[in-house]
């Protein structure tokens, strides 16, 4: 007789498999940058636009180097949102036309994850990444998973969905918490 899951469980699976999958592409190009990259120059990806570049001392700041040296900040704030996309995740409606949301969710607190494995391990976040025609600031895969993301998933939220749909989500993600509290 097989194992029996449920389709929560089949989920939850699902998107921990996707969060360790992104996670190790994360790292693995982070290390690639600091093999290859951090003692030699530039590698162009498409000429006068899009260069593989490694950022000495990486960065200690939050997206464009704000608030530079709050590493514990970072890693609660980080910590925070992550617990709180896994509960949304663990949540989320199963109709299809929330899948979307799902994933977008899991590539943000993977990306999330990432560079807050970095601020604990080396206090910066090794950024390589460089758009050079527009003079934008590094960055690495972990910075792309939740920018494009929170774009996308914010179009979603804005465009795509109807009143019953936020309806649906408000039941979801409210309702756990009105069984786990006493009635007073």
């Known amino acids: 007789m097989g194992l029996i899951m449920n389709t929560r469980t089949k989920r939850c699976i699902i998107d921990i498999v996707l969060f360790v999958i992104l996670i190790v592409i994360d790292r693995v190009t982070k290390l690639w940058a600091v093999n290859t990259l951090r003692d030699s120059d530039s590698?162009?990806?498409?000429?006068?636009?899009?260069?593989f570049h490694y950022l000495p001392n990486g960065n200690t700041g939050a997206a464009f180097g704000i608030l530079a040296g709050h590493k514990v900040?970072?890693?609660?704030?980080a910590a925070v949102v992550v617990a709180?996309?896994?509960y949304l995740v663990y949540n989320m409606p199963s109709d299809a036309k929330f899948k979307p949301i799902e994933i977008l969710l899991v590539f943000i607190a993977a990306g999330g994850t990432g560079?807050?494995?970095d601020r604990?391990?080396?206090?910066?976040?090794?950024?390589f990444i460089y758009i050079s025609c527009i003079n934008f600031p590094i960055f690495n895969v972990a910075d792309m998973y939740v920018s494009i993301?929170?774009?996308i998933l914010a179009f979603i939220m804005l465009f795509k969905l109807k009143e019953d749909d936020y309806n649906t989500l408000e039941k979801a993600v409210i309702a756990p918490f009105k069984k786990s509290r006493p009635d007073s």
């Open 149 to 151: 993301c929170t774009i």
């Open 84 to 86: 709180v996309i896994a």
């Open 115 to 117: 560079n807050m494995i």
């Open 43 to 51: 590698i162009p990806i498409i000429k006068n636009i899009i260069e």
């Open 73 to 77: 900040l970072f890693l609660v704030i």
């Open 120 to 127: 604990f391990i080396q206090d910066y976040v090794i950024d």
